[in-house]
């Protein structure tokens, strides 16, 4: 196979986005609906209110040492792609195709369909006849443990779907649009939700009950198998826990793959990851601290379907908190998904000029957009909306994108850490090629990611081995497709 170059130029696309559209896809694609869920699960793993925000803490500082580390990658590359070529240049085409084919099958788009159908879950609240049990048509089971349906709720999650990607297939300046506005509403309602916590819901018994010897070591999450109070035991519920934080702040790095349509990308593109990730992670923080400050740790254990944020609403706002904090999260969801849409397709269109990939994914549309990639990738998210899991001891429907997102977590560290460690593989193998950027801190920033990521990951397939072999087992699938179609590949 020939040897992959790093010179290939994308002539077609438009370099439309400066430093500030950059930074808003990539706050945009971060604030999803996570944050405002996934600190009640943290809470129950750990339970203590300082091990807690610690959490919080860890997956910043990974986050923010990855986006330094990305920033050299991106300024050495800045070529539509992102992983994909990065993955590519500094190890194999294997390597780079093993990440899109993931990130097609799973990451990107099965996100897709998540977030667009908590975008459903959240308009039924305002609008009733919108609901994951009101069936156009009733599940079908197609085994004990799986079915198909499609209920008003998918419906619209798969009408989000279309119209996002069709305003992405009409040019850049209307995914630009849509993005700059409902990032910038809804950074405004978070930050909303903050002050309201943090100024008009301070509750005295919480704080005293939250900052009371907050870091003292208490039961852990039973299904963890550790001995509670102990330090280890605090370590694998730290580790753990980072399933829900890391999935709130993940795909940060998807401006790395649009990096073909930023106006200079070799200064843009690094700054952009910092600053946009350490704004969502001091937001992230904030939040946190204000769920603490209104409700004691109990209540946030206990939130009604893990609606952190909505409980602590209700309390500050009696009757008004959950359609507050709906339409609060709708913005935020619908934003996050034209995100995901706008940066996905261009992974493929890379994998297509390499052959990895179907043919017309790697072609421009009149809007000079892969409009093809787009369409192939809205197909597949909105078919990952219609499977159900099904639980016969409960009889309760489930969502199979949410089994499949559990599955890939492990896979997605994967990949981050090959990527971190592909700085010190092109530093060796390219000494001479221009960095207009270079991470800070070389070589301890990216040595220090792949070592605390690679404690996360070692724990999680030791302690979640239901959720997260199987994650690898989508990558040896994606080994085994490359086998049969990697010898058309053109890398040049």
């Known amino acids: 196979m020939a040897q992959p170059a790093t010179t290939r130029q994308e002539p077609g696309f438009v370099q439309g986005l400066g430093l500030f559209d950059s930074t808003m896809i990539v706050i945009g694609v971060m604030i999803g609906s996570g944050i405002f869920i996934v600190s009640a699960d943290m809470s129950r793993l750990v339970n203590s209110p300082g091990w807690m925000l610690v959490a919080w803490v860890l997956t910043g500082v990974l986050t923010i040492i990855a986006a330094l580390s990305y920033g050299e990658l991106a300024s050495m590359l800045p070529h539509a792609g992102g992983m994909y070529v990065y993955l590519r240049e500094a190890f194999s085409p294997l390597w780079g195709f093993l990440y899109g084919w993931t990130l097609f099958t799973v990451i990107q788009t ?6 667009s159908v908590a975008f459903a879950r959240f308009l039924s609240i305002l609008f009733h006849p919108v609901a994951e049990t009101n069936y156009l048509i009733a599940p079908i089971h ?10 008003t709720a998918q419906l619209v999650a798969i009408g989000v779907i279309v119209v996002l990607t069709w305003t992405n297939t009409r040019g850049l300046e209307y995914g630009k649009l849509v993005q700059n506005l409902f990032t910038s509403a809804k950074t405004l309602a978070l930050a909303g939700l903050i002050l309201a916590g943090l100024l008009l819901g301070w509750n005295s018994q919480a704080v005293q009950a939250n900052f009371t010897n907050m870091f003292r070591l208490g039961e852990f ?26 999935f709130s702040a993940d795909s940060w790095h998807d401006i790395t793959i649009i990096a073909g349509e930023v106006r200079n ?32 740790l109990p209540a946030i254990q206990n939130a009604p379907s893990d ?3 909505t409980a602590m609403l209700e309390r500050i706002f009696p009757g008004y908190g959950p359609p507050i904090m709906a339409i609060a999260i709708m913005i935020s969801t619908f934003g996050c998904v034209n995100s995901l849409v706008l940066a996905g397709a261009r992974a493929y269109y890379a994998m297509a000029k390499d052959r990895l990939f179907f043919a017309r994914a ?33 009889r309760q429907y489930g969502n199979l994108y949410s089994n499949l997102l559990e599955y890939v977590i492990s896979a997605a560290l994967l990949f981050y850490i ?17 960095r207009p950027y270079k991470v800070i801190g070389y070589p301890v920033t990216p040595a220090l990611y792949i070592l605390a990521a690679s404690v996360v990951l070692s724990i999680l397939f030791a302690y979640r081995p239901t959720t997260t072999w199987p994650g690898l ?9 490359y086998a049969l179609v990697g010898r058309k590949a053109k890398i040049a």
């Open 110 to 115: 099965g996100t897709i369909a998540a977030v």
């Open 142 to 151: 197609i085994s004990q443990g799986y079915a198909i349906s499609l209920s």
């Open 221 to 246: 999450d039973a299904s963890l198998g550790v001995a509670a109070a102990s330090t280890f035991g605090l370590i694998v519920a730290l580790c753990v826990s980072q399933t829900g934080s890391l």
């Open 265 to 296: 990308p070799a200064r843009n593109i690094p700054l952009a990851l910092v600053l946009g990730c350490s704004a969502v992670i001091g937001l992230y923080l904030l939040a946190n601290l204000a769920y603490l400050v209104v409700l004691p």
């Open 307 to 309: 609606r952190v944020a």
């Open 362 to 394: 790697g072609e421009l549309n009149a809007a000079r957009v892969p409009g093809w990639a787009l369409g192939v990738q809205g197909i597949w998210a909105a078919v990952l909306v219609l499977p159900r899991t099904y639980d016969p001891a409960t």
């Open 418 to 434: 090959l990527t971190i460690a592909g700085v010190f593989r092109l530093r060796w193998k390219r000494p001479d090629m221009p």
């Open 473 to 481: 087992a989508i990558v040896i699938v994606g080994a085994v497709v």
